[in-house]
């Protein structure tokens, strides 16, 4: 079979598991969001109106499958605290914001980290190598959050280069989207720079002992020419599935520096309706992140396939 | 060892690690038991005061002293990380070890719960574990604790899937050790590197993760102190109290600092190689002089080296691996050098060639090109203009030798781009064309878009020697070229080598451990023992044993054509004693075989072994062993020989009890047989010591909790100690592991741990076929000597037909399954 379809396959029953997973995830909560909405004074005729509003009457696997219906339909039931507000409404508004931020993050992480991975483990032990990995060991050490209040409030308050909770789209408004929006990023990139950046090193170590590289050298090629025609596309290989790795970490990134810089995305409504304990929109968002990071995730592996040409065609 | 060259080898990473994790936790502990202040009393009369005397790191909006509050909050934040990492650990690791050794559907059901699971990032799956079953210390805890599961299972599984098809894996089964023995006692110290490494990450994490949690309001809840939530209180303070928000800060980077570092460099070495390098130059230059041009002289060889010392750079010191070799290349000859593995060999062609490994250096001598350069002291700039070039170098490992992502066509042309640019896209792509044509490779045109996956050893062999050959080199390095190659295809590239020796007049320098290989080429042959060369001799000429001056002659009959004792008369007679032992061990005719007179040990009736196949080209059972029947002597050695593929490790394994079979019968006489494997580096548990390894027999015998009694542990003592006196060990290796023994000592301890089994039938998986020569012939010896002492009955398997010749009473030849006689 071919391998695409194979993986189209894996990717749809991944996405269906994690469907099931997040909606059952919501099903161990004590009592129900009728509950929690209407408080314990509530009669039960008030509840049991609420319930059938919600569907809450039905069956486990009937809620499942119309709610399951509803990632595609873009019907994921009303916001418990924003009333008549529907789910997908909240998010759609929120969406881009958190896309955008993403995005941004992952090109500043590739611009950065490839480069400098790859002239650290060039010259071991040189200026670069050392002073990039201690400052790398600095950042990992320091919660994402922490790193994002010093961004915003040096950047942002101290040198008023941007105001921290801003958004313009980049359809808009491009330069003022780079405006806003960089600092945030670099917020969410600083410490997946800093793991990139020594995977990256650690990845192109390992290739620098493989035999083609000797094969490479006693050819009469440069150190420089090793690097860029030879180590840089096999090094590549392991370092385009870290990145899918961390297209995960970037949205959990994100959750936190939206919070640091109050951007209005999902994150923040994801924060603040854990804290209203509004369970339809939290189980929604959980449900959209896991299925960017599948996307993505499904994205790298052809991305890899298409790169590598020892896979072959029967070849998982 | 060296002693001239000193230098540092003191990880100072590690030491900065272990002085910052101090830093970072000894203040913690003191204030468990001295207390300086209440961490959540309230003082509205001294808020938010600069570090002082009084208060250490200061006061918070509430007059709280910060330097408590801090080391209360460290206490907790590590408390919970530690508590976190230990529940993913023990939990992980116990589902990773079942599920990667066992497999099976619970492997399958769960591995995709897992991959699931990785699909949200982590910090997301705490949050909504935490908001689903509220906040608090201990819900923290649980929270981050289960989502730590996951990643240590995997790692774990991993390791588990690596480990269990290790061959002491299936020793310690044949022994007789249960499956959960195995996974708990045999494997689980062998991933304990592993799996401390992950603990340390872990923790780092956890760290992180609770000051996220604690900063989105989910963690530890007020008044209590934890370093999140201190970071997350001292935003609003940054402009008028920095110091709220720098002293928890500072807290968090020193241990996590310190983790990392400590994790990072523990065990590693903290020799900087390219401190010792430019040390090793300076002492070169200050005894030899920089130049490179040497004075030159009429009809030079084309490479002279004279008194080369070369060094591996190791944390005690410089340990020499050449000690002060000399020899010439001249034009137009094949100049063999033997020896047995770690003498050197490669190690000098490399020298010349100048790509050693980062960690070995010259540390002394010449090697002269032309008569006129001396390559140790030329500038890497024109030595990289050599290679490739002047000099062209034939590696071992035809498989990993050519860029796996390039097309082989594009590879052989770099050498053009590099030594020939002048030339045309056209000229340079016919060139390569023809190098490969050269090399007998048909269809040039086709391979020149292939990549080198698609080919064959072989094929990808002749790539290799086509680079050597497109930019007409002088001088080629030939090491090992036929060692990883099947016999047949090993001839046809001698035959190649021979060829292109005539044709273009090239050197050639042939490294090989084979003495076969070094009669059917070379004119010259160098004998290397431990970094020295013993003996050099000039080989006759084949079919004459009279000298010939004539050298067109001399190359008239080599190479592959030549049978096994013209190669022996070639070499005539060594000088030295070591050349006389090498030359006795390889040409070794000396018979084992012992009459036989015993009853029926092992009976087979058409035996059958089928898979079941997973692809899905091939469906249905595939028979690895088809129909077969045979009978074993008590006391005999039956041979079994078969290519790799055939079937006879399943045989094996069948005969040992491993391997279920699908029909037919098998009767032993005697308890099931223990087994020396070809490596006997895998096959003995790398994580435990000798005597641990040797004692395994007698606790599986004896019972579980044998060993706890002293008296229990002397017996077993005497009883190894009998048995190394048997297989000729000394009584200090008990102590060691087994990667700080030789080849040859390994295989003598994988021996005497099958006779502490007391069992009569041994099989013996390629016993010897990893080893040099000369350690061959004596664990040869030893095994036979051990065969008659205690009666045992041997089966052999080996794809070397000649020692199962001198060693076999019966031989079996085994193909796609299917047995033969003789």
């Known amino acids: 079979m071919n391998y695409y379809i194979k993986k189209l396959i894996s990717f749809l029953i991944t996405l269906f598991c994690v469907a099931l997973l997040s909606f059952l ?27 059938a509003q919600y569907g809450y009457d039905r069956n486990v696997f009937a809620r499942f499958f119309s709610w399951f219906g509803g990632i595609f339909t873009g019907d994921l039931g009303v916001s418990i605290k924003y009333g008549p507000m529907k789910v997908s409404e909240l998010i759609a508004a929120r969406l881009p914001v958190t896309i955008w931020l993403g995005v941004l993050s992952i090109i500043l992480i590739v611009v950065i980290s490839i480069p400098l991975g790859l002239i650290c483990a060039k010259k071991p032990g040189g200026v670069v190598d050392i002073v990039s990995d201690w400052v790398a060991q600095l950042f990992m050490a320091v919660p994402s959050f922490v790193q994002g209040i010093l961004i915003s409030f040096i950047f942002g308050i101290v040198f008023s280069l941007f105001v921290p909770g801003k958004y313009v789209s980049p359809l808009t408004d491009f330069p003022e989207f780079l405006q806003c929006m960089f600092f945030p990023a670099l917020a969410v990139a600083l410490p997946k720079i800093a793991m990139t950046v020594r995977f990256m090193k650690t990845s192109v170590k390992k290739e620098l002992k493989c035999d083609y590289v000797r094969t490479a050298k006693a050819k009469g090629c440069s150190v420089n020419r090793i690097m860029w025609k030879h180590v840089l596309k096999n090094s590549m290989l392991p370092v385009i599935t870290f990145i899918g790795l961390i297209v995960a970490e970037v949205m959990a990134g994100s959750i936190m520096i939206e919070k640091v810089f109050n951007l209005p995305g999902m994150g923040l409504l994801l924060v603040n309706s854990i804290s209203n304990r509004d369970y339809t929109v939290v189980q929604a968002i959980v449900m959209y992140i896991a299925l960017i990071v599948i996307t993505v995730n499904f994205l790298v592996d052809i991305a890899y396939r298409l790169l590598d040409p020892r896979q072959t065609e029967e070849g998982l | 060892m060296n002693t001239s060259i000193k230098y540092n080898n003191k990880n100072i990473r590690l030491i900065v690690g272990l002085v910052l994790l101090a830093l970072a936790t ?38 709280r002293d910060i330097f408590t509050r801090v080391m209360k909050g460290a206490a907790t934040t590590f408390g919970i990380s530690l508590f976190t990492v230990t529940m993913g650990a023990v939990i992980g690791t116990v589902i990773g070890a079942l599920t990667g050794y066992f497999g099976g559907i619970v ?53 588990y899937l690596k480990e269990k098809n290790r061959d002491y894996v299936q020793n310690a089964r044949l022994m007789g050790a249960g499956h959960l023995r195995v996974v708990f006692i045999h494997i689980l110290p062998n991933t304990l590197p592993i799996l401390f490494s992950a603990i340390l990450v872990g923790i780092n994490n956890a760290v992180l993760a609770e000051a996220g949690l604690s900063y989105l309001g989910l963690g530890v809840q007020p008044p209590d102190p934890s370093l999140g939530r201190m970071l997350s209180e001292a935003k609003t303070f940054l402009l008028n109290a920095p110091w709220y928000e720098l002293f928890p800060c500072l807290e968090m980077i020193l241990f996590i600092l310190g983790l990392t570092l400590v994790s990072d460099n523990f065990g590693v070495s903290g020799v900087s190689l390219s401190t010792v390098k430019r040390k090793i130059e300076k002492l070169k230059a200050e005894k030899e002089g920089k130049s490179p041009v040497v ?47 770690g003498s050197g060999k490669s190690l000098t062609a490399m020298s010349i060639m100048g790509i050693l490994s980062d960690k070995a250096a010259i540390t002394g001598g010449s090697i002269i090109l032309d008569g006129k350069t001396d390559l140790t002291k030329l500038p890497e700039e024109e030595y990289r203009k050599l290679r490739g070039g002047k000099l062209a170098y034939v590696f071992q490992e035809p498989m990993t030798s050519l860029n796996p992502v390039q097309k082989i066509g594009v590879q052989i042309d770099e050498i053009l781009d590099i030594h020939a640019a002048h030339l045309s896209e056209e000229e340079q792509k016919k060139l390569v064309l023809d190098a490969l044509e050269d090399t007998g490779l048909k269809d ?20 290799c020697i086509a680079m050597a050959l497109i930019a007409k080199a002088d001088l080629i390095l030939a090491d090992e070229p036929t060692t990883a190659l099947d016999a047949g295809v090993a001839d046809i590239i001698l035959d190649i080598f021979k060829h292109i020796n005539r044709k273009y007049k090239t050197a050639i320098m042939l490294i090989s451990h084979d003495l076969r290989v070094i009669g059917k080429l070379a004119d010259r042959v160098l004998i290397m023992q431990d970094g020295n060369i013993v003996e050099t001799m000039d080989l006759k000429l084949s079919g004459a044993n009279t000298e010939s001056d004539s050298s067109a002659e001399k190359h008239h009959k080599k190479g592959a054509e030549l049978s096994e004792e013209e190669c022996i008369l070639r070499f005539g007679t060594p000088k030295t004693d070591y050349g006389r032992k090498l030359l006795d061990a390889a040409f070794s005719k000396k018979q084992y075989k012992q009459k036989v007179t015993g009853k029926t040990l092992v009976k087979a009736e058409h035996l059958s072994v089928s898979y079941k196949m997973a692809s899905r080209k091939q469906k249905g059972l595939k028979k690895v062993i088809d129909d077969v029947s045979f009978e074993i002597k008590e006391g005999s050695t039956v041979g079994i020989v078969g290519e790799s593929g055939s079937g006879k490790s399943t045989l094996v394994k069948a005969i040992a009890g491993l391997q279920k079979y ?58 190894i100690k009998s048995m190394l006196h048997k297989t000729e060990l000394e009584e200090e290796i008990l102590t060691r592991k087994i990667s700080e023994l030789s080849g040859g000592q390994r295989q003598r301890i994988a021996i005497a741990l099958t006779l502490i089994q007391k069992k009569s039938l041994i099989i013996l998986d390629e016993p010897v076929s990893a080893l040099d020569v000369t350690i061959q012939e004596q664990i040869l010896e030893l095994l036979m000597k051990l065969k008659k002492a205690f009666g045992l009955t041997y089966i052999l398997i080996s794809h070397d037909m000649r020692l199962v010749s001198r060693v076999c009473n019966e031989v079996y030849t085994i193909e796609e399954g299917k047995l033969c006689k003789g």
């Open chain 2, 295 to 341: 004075e030159k002289k009429e009809d030079s060889p084309i490479i002279s080296v004279h008194n080369l010392e070369v060094g591996f750079i190791e944390d005690e010191g410089i340990d020499d691996t050449l000690r002060g070799i000399s020899f010439d290349i001249h034009k137009g000859e094949v100049l063999g050098v033997v020896g047995e593995s």
């Open chain 2, 662 to 719: 699908t029909s037919g019968k098998i009767e032993l006489g005697c308890p099931r047989p223990s087994m020396v494997f070809q490596d006997p580096y895998s096959s003995l548990n790398p994580a435990f010591k000798v005597r641990r390894i040797l004692e395994e027999p007698l606790r599986l015998k004896n019972g579980f909790g044998y060993a706890w009694k002293k008296q229990n542990r002397d017996r077993m003592l005497t009883e």
């Open chain 2, 444 to 463: 040039a045109e086709k391979l020149y878009d292939m990549y080198p996956f698609e080919l064959s050893g072989g094929m990808r062999q002749r790539v």
């Open chain 2, 26 to 63: 000894l203040p913690v502990i003191l204030t468990v038991f001295v207390k300086f202040y209440d961490p959540n009393e309230v003082n509205y009369s001294e808020m938010l005061q600069a570090p002082s005397f009084r208060h250490l790191f200061g006061t918070d909006d509430y007059g």
């Open chain 2, 107 to 159: 492997d399958e059901i769960l591995m995709r719960v897992n991959d699931c699971l990785a699909s949200f990032p982590s910090i997301l799956l705490a949050l909504v574990v935490v908001s689903l079953i509220d906040k608090g210390t201990w819900n923290i805890c649980i929270a981050l604790g289960l989502v730590f599961i996951p990643s240590f299972a995997r790692i774990m599984r991993s390791e």
């Open chain 1, 25 to 51: 995830l919501f099903q161990i909560i004590p009592g129900d969001a009728a509950m929690s909405k209407l408080g314990i004074e509530a009669t039960p005729e008030q509840v049991e109106e609420l319930r």
